[in-house]
T-cell receptor
Framework: NAGVTQTPKFQVLKTGQSMTLQCAQD?????MYWYRQDPGMGLRLIYY???????DKGEVPNGYNVSRLNKREFSLRLESAAPSQTSVYFC???????????FGPGTRLTVL | KQEVTQIPAALSVPEGENLVLNCSFT??????LQWFRQDPGKGLTSLLL?????REQTSGRLNASLDKSSGRSTLYIAASQPGDSATYLC????????????FGQGTTLQVKP
């Protein structure tokens, strides 16, 4: 099992550009999450999907959209990137919401 | 609003020492608490999960305790090794347990040979 995979690993954008971060898990998990990690702020939840076909906002959703494409895949889209979105983005998944979350390796995004 | 605090932010110890990492949270109405490890430039790896009804969990040289009433958890690492050097994060989930985690900012541990 690959676990949770994320693409790309690194990305540099200019202000105003758009991009989609991809996340996939092969553990047949129901719930998936997107976090961002910033120095001094820790990890903060952006969006989550409790099950296929559902999504909900987390702590810092502004400027982002998500799509739960199927049970395996959960993508995060930045429509018009801003320098404040420079961060490391992590995707996570869990079989049930009561269980341990498994994290991907992260995407390091820089917005100039 | 739930806030999670980890003190100290950084810790350096010689190899072989037993050590304790601290985590405190402001709202005792949690569903569970998890401890994670993060190596530089990597994702998070789950170490231990403690349900709100439990007092402690153990895995190898690691022992995590939970005291909901006082809003505290500790991660005890026995006989520390250089390979234990990493950042340790604790996270709590809310009462309704949608899986939403609130993270502390972590303690960066360095174990010197």
């Amino acid at each position: 099992n690959a676990g949770v995979t994320q693409t790309p690993k690194f990305q540099v954008l200019k202000t105003g550009q758009s991009m989609t971060l991809q996340c996939a898990q092969d553990m047949n998990h129901n719930s998936m999450y997107w976090y961002r990690q910033d120095p001094g702020m820790g990890l903060r939840l952006i969006y989550y999907s409790a099950s296929e076909g559902t999504t909900d906002k987390g702590e810092v959703p502004n400027g982002y959209n998500v799509s739960r494409l199927n049970k395996r895949e959960f993508s995060l889209r930045l429509e018009s990137a801003a320098p404040s979105q420079t961060s490391v983005y992590f995707c996570a998944s869990t079989l049930q919401e009561t269980d341990t979350q498994y994290f991907g390796p992260g995407t390091r995004l820089t917005v100039l | 609003k739930q806030e999670v605090t980890q003190i100290p932010a950084a810790l350096s110890v010689p190899e072989g020492e037993n050590l304790v990492l601290n985590c405190s949270f402001t709202d005792s109405a949690i569903y569970n608490l998890q401890w994670f490890r993060q190596d530089p430039g990597k994702g998070l790896t789950s170490l231990l999960l403690i349900q709100s009804s439990q007092r402690e969990q153990t895995s190898g040289r690691l022992n995590a305790s939970l005291d909901k009433s006082s809003g505290r958890s500790t991660l005890y690492i026995a006989a520390s090794q250089p390979g234990d050097s990493a950042t340790y994060l604790c996270a709590v989930s809310r009462t309704s347990n949608t899986g939403k985690l609130i993270f502390g900012q972590g303690t960066t541990l360095q174990v010197k040979p």
